[in-house]
């Protein structure tokens, strides 16, 4: 079973609100990763998380704060966003070494800020 | 720098046609070679990778792609595409290690319409 997965599906916010997103695997894998994808255009990689500490922020706004919890469960906490940052946004999962970093991916979030 | 050309935009085929979708990377090792699928508003779906070995590696939905060093390249194929094929490919090279975490490096992507 290689399943991620996200929720919500959908989210609309204004540029006020605080929301949450979740992202689930439960494959026992040691890395998980946050990506945003605009139209048109490849996963752009935000965050990574490798056995549940922070090793990769690319250099993304302090308006997205990632958390993780434990080993099966990773968030993106959503702050004051701007309706440039709606988009796609995509978890996924690796074994890392062993695997040779394949990445399994979710469903993804389509995110609207108004 | 490690890097992925899909330099084919846009393909269009006819269902029932073969298909070859073009990758190139750049990469100072050896590469670990991935390629993805995306449908509209979906999430990326990995059709098959290469580590080492035989450079022919067959995929999940009759995918298959062959390594060539040579060529630095990393060639999709499938010789009857179906209308369902119709998606977002991407090429992605790796591992790029950061953090103590491996990176991949994504291609922009090649869109497959497929004509009935």
């Known amino acids: 079973d290689t399943e991620v997965t996200q929720t919500p599906k959908h989210l609309v916010m204004g540029m006020t609100n605080k929301k949450s997103l979740k992202c689930e695997q439960h494959?026992?894998?040691?890395?998980m990763y946050w990506y945003k994808q605009k139209a048109k255009k490849p996963p752009e990689l935000m965050f990574v998380y490798s056995y549940e500490k922070l090793s990769i922020n690319e250099s993304v706004p302090s308006r997205f704060s990632p958390e993780c919890p434990n080993s099966s469960l990773l968030n993106l906490h959503l702050h004051a966003l701007q309706p440039e940052d709606s988009a796609l946004y995509l978890c996924?999962?690796?074994?890392?070494?062993?695997?040779?970093?394949?990445?399994?991916f979710g469903p993804g979030t389509r995110l609207t800020v108004l | 720098a490690q890097s992925v050309t899909q330099p084919d935009i846009h393909i269009t085929v006819s269902e029932g046609a073969s298909l070859e979708l073009r990758c190139n990377y750049s990469?100072?090792?050896?590469?670990?070679l991935f390629w993805y699928v995306q449908s509209p508003g979906q999430g990326l779906q990995l059709l098959l990778k290469?580590?080492?070995?035989?450079?022919l590696v067959q995929g999940i939905k009759g995918f298959e792609a062959e390594f060539k060093r040579s060529q630095s390249s990393f060639n999709l194929r499938k010789p009857s595409v179906h209308w369902s094929d119709a998606a977002e490919y991407f090429c992605?090279?790796?591992?790029?290690?950061?953090?103590?975490?491996?990176?991949?490096?994504f291609g922009k992507g090649t869109k497959l319409t497929v004509n009935p």
């Open positions: 996924a999962s690796s074994q890392g070494p062993t695997d040779r970093g394949t990445q399994y």
């Open positions: 992605a090279v790796g591992p790029l290690t950061q953090g103590g975490s491996e990176k991949l490096v």
């Open positions: 990469y100072g090792a050896t590469p670990y």
């Open positions: 290469y580590f080492s070995g035989d450079t």
């Open positions: 494959m026992g894998h040691r890395a």
